[in-house]
């Protein structure tokens, strides 16, 4: 009878490294990593967004390259005292790291000033907006997971006409986010 448990706990313990190695294939699926040259976007190029802002977005690294667990994005702002309305992602965090200019943000009811080299961490759930203070900037944006902003993105900058506010809500909606308020004033 002890000969039999201890088989069998012997069986049931061989299982516990194939079970870390599949995980690992899942959160590691990649064998080689990739290089994104300053100035470029790994994917779609120069995205022009329109409607919330005319900024320019690079996909740095994408949704598809990480299986959806992380998304990183650079975005050149051009658009002084225009931002995103206040919004909410239900299921993703946002972190923005400021590397030009300065931005207002919104946090739930709280409203914070970014300069060069700020961060911000924006949790799901939780209604946020930001607005370029400067009169250019660039922000790193990261998203995690990753979740259907990049597609936002590809969709903004598609559009052959400045959206309605409506159009904007509506593809905020499609993507998984959804608007809950008014862009962001500057004080």
Avoid: C
Wanted: net charge positive; no cysteine; charged share 20%.
């Amino acid at each position: 009878m002890k000969r039999t448990r201890f088989m069998a706990a012997l069986l049931s313990m061989s299982t516990v490294p194939t079970l870390a190695v599949t995980h690992l294939k899942k959160t590691f699926q990649r064998s080689k990593g990739f290089k994104i040259n300053a100035g470029e976007g790994r994917k779609h190029g120069h995205l022009r967004l329109k409607g919330v802002n005319s900024n320019v977005l690079d996909v740095k690294i994408s949704g598809s390259d990480t299986d959806g667990d992380l998304a990183i994005f650079e975005q050149t702002s051009l658009s002084p005292g225009r931002g995103t309305p206040l919004h909410v992602h239900p299921a993703q965090d946002e972190i923005f790291y400021v590397l030009e200019g300065a931005y207002s943000f919104q946090v739930g009811d709280e409203k914070y000033r970014l300069n060069v080299g700020d961060s911000i961490f924006l949790p799901r759930k939780v209604p946020h907006a930001w607005t370029q203070v400067a009169q250019t900037g660039k922000m790193l944006v990261i998203l995690q997971p990753a979740g259907k902003l990049e597609d936002f993105f590809v969709t903004m900058a598609a559009m052959d006409h400045d959206p309605t506010p409506a159009e904007v809500a509506k593809t905020f909606s499609d993507n998984e986010m959804q608007v809950v308020g008014p862009p962001l004033k500057i004080d």
